[in-house]
Nanobody, 126 residues
Framework: QVQLVESGAGLVQAGGSLRLSCTAS????????MGWFRQAPGKDREFVAA????????YYGDSVKGRFTISKDNLNNTVYLQMNSLKSEDTAVYYC???????????????????WGEGTLVTVSS
């Protein structure tokens, strides 16, 4: 059973920053690419970022490139999403995800995800 536990939810003003964390088991980190998706009310779940299991490749969704950074702490089995220059349109529930490959999650979106976290709400006020 793969468990992904997110933290870092919050309310932030536009232009501000927030960091999300997702903790998984060591086995999960060794076997899966890790990623983040988000879902705003009334919209489909959207790919945000993904990182390969060996940290070699990273992908970002077009709407967050240059503002968000995904990284991993393999010692603590944690993946982070650093979000800077936040906009009101970044408001969404953010989900941690584990999948077979970062490239697949980027290209295929939510259908390429094997496991999901429960989600954490990020609200950006304008």
């Amino acid at each position: 059973q793969v468990q992904l536990v997110e933290s870092g939810a919050g309310l932030v003003q536009a232009g501000g920053s927030l960091r999300l964390s997702c903790t998984a088991s060591r086995r999960t980190f060794r076997m899966y690419a890790m990623g983040w998706f988000r879902q705003a009310p009334g919209k489909d779940r959207e790919f945000v970022a993904a990182i390969s299991w060996n940290d070699v490749t990273i992908y970002y969704g077009d709407s967050v490139k240059g503002r968000f950074t995904i990284s991993k702490d393999n010692l603590n089995n944690t993946v982070y999403l650093q979000m800077n220059s936040l906009k009101s349109e970044d408001t969404a529930v953010y989900y941690c995800a584990a999948g077979a490959a970062a490239q697949t999650m980027s290209a295929m979106g939510a259908t390429a995800v094997d496991y999901w976290g429960e989600g954490t709400l990020v609200t950006v006020s304008s």
